[in-house]
């Protein structure tokens, strides 16, 4: 599969990371954009040979971009060459759907920009159009995509928290997967780990605390 498809075949992620930013200050689309973004960068960066699934190495990547959004006050930041030819990729793809009613290939895309695919697509992902959100119905209208709830939604939240839960320091960690994923008591966890269950309870606070922190 290339890397263009690869994109392709994994948009659900990037809704599905949008969405936990829903209603958080910032446009949907500006959300979808960013994340797009991650999307390529995983797909480039991606080493099948690591034994990793695509997934599990791009929700961490899409969700930073996302957050980099915020930090950034809301704009996702192109480099100078990638804003030109998303500007270019733009403008060939609404000419050829006003011309043939119909959506730009990729590859025909690729070769009017003078790029190899996974460029083009990078191209259509920065210009916020990725294999266009837009349908037509029977009666000829146009509308636009809504992202609903899909099954990656319950992926990227075991992802991003598996991601917190190993930045944590290794004792942090130790509690959370005896409480957590073992279900031992806050005594047994105490037992374990050779303190009192009054420290467990106060530490077990901070660790939660810290890890809504890194959620966002």
Known sequence: MTKAELVESNLGL????????RGKGIEYDDLYAAGCLGLTMAVGRFEPERGLKLSTYAVPVILGEIRRLFREGG???LSRPLQERS?????IAEAYRREH???IRIEELADRLGTDVYAAQ???NAAQSTLS???EGDDGRRGVDVPVPSPEEALTD???LREAIGALPQEDRRLIELRYFRHKTQSDTA?????????ISRREKKILLKLRGMLG
């Open 14 to 21: 990037v809704h599905a990371c949008a969405a936990r930013f």
């Open 75 to 77: 704009t996702v930041k």
């Open 87 to 91: 500007v270019k990729a733009r403008r």
């Open 101 to 103: 009613n119909a959506e």
């Open 122 to 124: 990078e191209a259509l």
């Open 133 to 135: 959100l837009s349908y």
């Open 158 to 160: 075991r992802l991003s």
């Open 191 to 199: 037992k374990r780990l050779g303190t009192t269950q009054v420290q």
